[in-house]
């Protein structure tokens, strides 16, 4: 995925606080989406998150030389937001750099995030982050992972006149080829509400949503991917492969996702498939593993479903 510099990018960062807990929980899973404002799609994929140590930075100076930050080290330790972030960025290079600073930690106001992936705060502009469609309200580190949620970090422009809107596309993961068929567009606004997304852009070829988020297409033998692009308050959506053939059974009944695991003992579910695994450290098993998933050898156990 390819890197961009950011137009004003803000001062404004999500803030956590860090969990105290006597005991390590067990491993929790998030799918992760982090995106630009110019739809640059920087991760997307299926983490799973324990106890994890973030590093701040010095480097992570979106508050200004009058509220540096450390390069003091810290623990989380349970199963949270900022905690997957962490993780997502050890396992996709394209959030290195992920710069945090603890300018703001002794006031009580937890870490703030800076930098993913070379795109630095600026301006007004920050990263935006949302869990099932509802925008944060606390700190990252206080909202626990529970398994199947999706979290969402977007870098806003600094301009938006509110909270950013998240786009979901909808399409089926195969159709019979030259056959119209349908994809829908729905708006999950901030405050956890969700409506039709009408007069959005669906590509390719462009085409626009009716009044009930619809659109429709019509595509050859092969792969086509669509997106959902809005205003200036939403967040593109997903790009979404659908496979076109003659004979539909030609191609894949569900689409895989990349899963990644903690740094502890996972016990990895597979999803649809065809998926691809990397269980990372830790004694871990991957549960009802497909034939066509990728299983990396990091797996200790594979039992197959």
């Known amino acids: 995925m390819r890197k961009l510099v950011a137009p004003a990018i803000g001062a404004i960062a999500s803030f956590v606080l860090i969990a105290a807990s006597a005991a390590d929980a067990k491993p929790k899973y998030t799918d992760i989406r982090v995106i630009t404002n110019e739809a640059v799609t ?46 997502s960025a050890s396992n996709d290079s394209d959030l290195d750099p992920l710069l945090i600073t603890d300018a703001f930690f002794d006031d009580g106001f937890g870490f703030g995030v800076c930098d993913m992936g070379g795109l630095e705060t600026e301006g007004f502009s920050y990263w935006y982050s949302a869990v099932n469609g509802t925008g944060s309200t606390t700190g990252p580190d206080l909202i626990p992972v529970k398994n199947g949620d999706a979290n969402l970090w977007y870098l806003t422009t600094g301009e938006e006149p509110g909270f950013p809107s998240e786009l979901v596309i909808e399409a089926p993961a195969r159709v019979t080829a030259n056959e119209p068929f349908e994809v829908t567009v729905t708006r999950l606004k901030a405050d956890g509400s969700q409506e039709p997304a009408a007069g959005v852009t669906v590509s390719s070829p462009p085409t626009e949503t009716n009044a009930d988020g619809e659109a429709t297409f019509m595509v050859g033998p092969g792969q086509a991917t669509f997106q959902a692009m809005g205003g200036i308050d939403d967040v593109p959506s997903s790009e979404v492969p659908v496979c076109a053939a003659v004979e539909v059974s030609d191609c894949p009944a569900d689409r895989g996702i990349d899963i990644f695991g903690s740094r502890g003992d996972d016990k990895i579910k597979s999803a649809a498939g065809p998926d691809r695994i990397d269980c990372g450290r830790g004694d871990d098993v991957v549960k009802k593993a497909q034939r066509s998933d990728e299983v990396d050898k990091s797996c200790e156990k594979v039992k197959r479903g």
């Open 42 to 87: 920087l991760a997307e994929h299926r983490q799973y998150t324990e106890k994890v140590k973030v590093q701040a930075s010095t480097g992570a100076d979106c508050f200004g030389e009058s509220n540096p930050s450390s390069d003091a080290k810290y623990t989380l330790t349970e199963p949270n937001t900022l905690g997957a972030l962490v993780d």
